[in-house]
């Protein structure tokens, strides 16, 4: 609305109030007329503090003159099948160009990418406290492989190496206490060396007769062990190497 407009709104309101009829102040601004009539009809309905319904036969003849309007309106025909295909085929167009491409394919990499990592975490947090043989155990081991990967550093990388062998002795501590079985992996050292028996970090272990052995191990020496231990709380050797 322009301030010339918002003028001519003003006097006219101040004409129709002062009595001045209605197509009078119409007739000295015909450029305005269709815009003034309705405002100048709102105007008086709210100024009006008894306002007088309009009769039946204003009604009806607003009624006749809106439906004759309707009428004149031309027919909305519906769009060719042709022009459809062309509309459709300009989005299209609009949607595969190199930039529209470029923009879809870095929104789904990003959004692929920061699923994954919420995955990740959920599942990390959810196999912290599992135990060989539970369902997620993998994923937790999978994890801890991945940060010794990107440790660089030789002696956070030891820390993390002595803070999951700790992990895996406390594993069994639990396997046993659930009377649970379990293939098991840890590191220790050879505290006591006997023909079918050894003690590793206070664990008994039993060396069935076809295992073998390849590296010369004595008392003392920091062996990694990977066996099963069975519901009886024995614990069979697999594979026992010295860590060099």
Do not use: C
Request: charged share 30%.
């Amino acid at each position: 609305m322009t301030d010339r407009f918002e003028s001519i709104l003003d006097e006219s309101i101040s004409a129709w109030q002062a009595g001045v009829p209605l197509e009078e102040i119409l007739a000295e601004v015909p450029d305005y007329a269709d815009e003034l009539r309705p405002l100048l009809y709102a105007a008086t309905v709210l100024t009006d503090p008894n306002p007088v319904p309009a009769p039946a036969e204003k009604k009806a003849a607003l009624r006749a003159e809106y439906i004759k309007q309707v009428t004149e309106l031309p027919a909305i025909t519906p769009a060719p099948f042709r022009g459809k295909v062309r509309a459709i085929i300009k989005v299209i167009k609009r949607r595969t160009t190199r930039e529209a491409v470029l923009k879809d394919i870095i929104t789904v990499t990003i959004t692929i990418i920061l699923t994954l990592f919420v995955v990740a975490l959920t599942l990390n947090y959810l196999a912290a406290n599992t135990i060989p043989s539970d369902f997620l155990y993998g994923v937790k081991r999978i994890s801890e492989d991945i940060q010794l990967s990107l440790t660089f550093d030789p002696e956070r990388k030891a820390e993390l190496e002595e803070e999951f062998n700790q992990r895996r002795l406390e594993e069994i501590e639990k396997l046993i206490e659930q009377n649970r079985a379990a293939v098991i992996q840890f590191k220790g050292i050879l505290e006591t060396k006997g023909e079918n028996l050894w003690i590793v970090e206070d664990h008994t272990i039993f060396l069935p007769n076809d295992i073998s052995i390849e590296d010369e191990i004595v008392e003392g020496d920091v062996v990694e062990v990977i066996g099963l231990l069975r519901s009886n709380n024995v614990l069979v050797a697999d594979t026992i190497r010295l860590v060099r």
